[in-house]
């Protein structure tokens, strides 16, 4: 599967250079052309990357086109004593604590998380199990809360540590710098207009529209920037990237 779709790719790539070099943006943005070159495999991220402008907006759309369900999937309570703790005293002792390659780690209460200008969207979430839903998003961007903490030079890429665990060991994501800086990627503490509930990650979840919904992290308790996701779990950079080989590039 790798080599024939590297072999298309090759083949194809060479065989249409011209066209690659005159129109790539209209053929990425051509959907079949993206599903046959972004097909799931490995080279996809730098293909991706290459061809791709990687700030473009993932689609908005009107309230009316929200999903009247929006389904849970993994974790829908994290189950610990800590975080039932927390639950219970609607996470006023809940922090956020953003550390890492910055210059002013922060530890940050709901309250203040709440305070901070926010960004509301209506996207559409894609989990590769087979199923979408549109919601509607609310929180403060990534970059904003980044930028408070003064992001170091080195800094390569952010990871995200959840309340749940998996195999006793939190599930995690990260994403890098063109991601975390994205307009659309957030720290939702909203959903369609109520405060997150537990089953989608409260008390706040990521939302980085242009990948896939096992990005998109729940239950967030720690946001670190690092310039190296080696040494964080198996150092695929997430939980499903270790455990069942997804790419950790997820781009839709
Ligand atoms: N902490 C955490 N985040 C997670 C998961 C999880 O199990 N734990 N599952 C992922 C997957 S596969 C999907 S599709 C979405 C589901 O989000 P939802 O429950 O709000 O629909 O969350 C993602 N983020
Ligand atoms: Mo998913």
């Given at each position: 599967m790798t080599l024939i779709t590297r072999r298309m790719l090759v083949g194809g790539a060479a065989a249409s250079a011209?066209?690659?070099?005159?129109?790539c943006d209209k053929l990425a943005q051509n959907e079949q052309f993206r599903q046959i070159l972004f097909s799931g495999e490995k080279i996809n991220y730098h293909l991706q990357r290459a061809l791709m402008n990687r700030d473009a907006l993932a689609p908005e759309f009107r309230p009316?086109?929200?999903?009247?369900?929006?389904?849970?999937?993994?974790?829908?309570?994290p189950?610990?004593?800590?975080?039932?703790?927390?639950?219970?005293?609607?996470?006023?002792?809940?922090?956020?604590?953003?550390?890492?390659?910055?210059?002013?780690?922060?530890?940050?209460?709901?309250?203040?998380?709440?305070?901070?200008?926010a960004r509301t969207q209506i996207t559409r979430h894609d989990?590769?199990?087979?199923?979408?839903?549109?919601?509607?998003?609310?929180?403060?961007?990534?970059?904003?809360?980044?930028?408070?903490?003064?992001?170091?030079?080195?800094?390569?890429?952010?990871?995200?540590?959840?309340?749940?665990?998996?195999?006793?060991?939190?599930?995690?994501?990260?994403?890098?710098m063109v991601d975390a800086f994205h307009p659309q990627t957030i720290l939702a503490w909203a959903m369609n207009d109520a405060v997150l509930?537990?089953?989608?990650?409260?008390?706040?979840?990521?939302r980085v529209e242009r990948q896939l919904g096992y990005?998109?992290?729940?239950?967030?308790?720690?946001?670190?920037?690092?310039?190296?996701?080696?040494?964080?779990?198996?150092?695929?950079?997430?939980?499903?990237?270790d455990s069942i080989d997804y790419d950790w590039y997820a781009g839709i």
């Open positions: 011209g066209l690659l070099l005159s129109g009316d086109q929200m999903s009247p369900r929006f389904r849970t999937n993994g974790t829908a309570n189950g610990t004593p800590e975080y039932g703790a927390m639950v219970a005293d609607n996470f006023a002792n809940w922090r956020l604590k953003i550390g890492g390659l910055v210059t002013k780690p922060l530890d940050l209460s709901l309250a203040q998380v709440r305070s901070m200008p989990c590769v199990e087979g199923w979408s839903a549109i919601g509607k998003w609310h929180g403060p961007t990534l970059k904003s809360v980044l930028q408070t903490a003064g992001i170091r030079p080195e800094a390569r890429y952010i990871v995200f540590t959840c309340a749940d665990l998996y195999s006793g060991a939190n599930y995690y994501e990260s994403v890098d509930s537990v089953g989608h990650g409260a008390p706040i979840r990521l990005k998109q992290a729940k239950y967030v308790m720690a946001v670190d920037a690092v310039a190296s996701l080696a040494g964080i779990g198996q150092g695929k950079g997430g939980y499903w990237e």
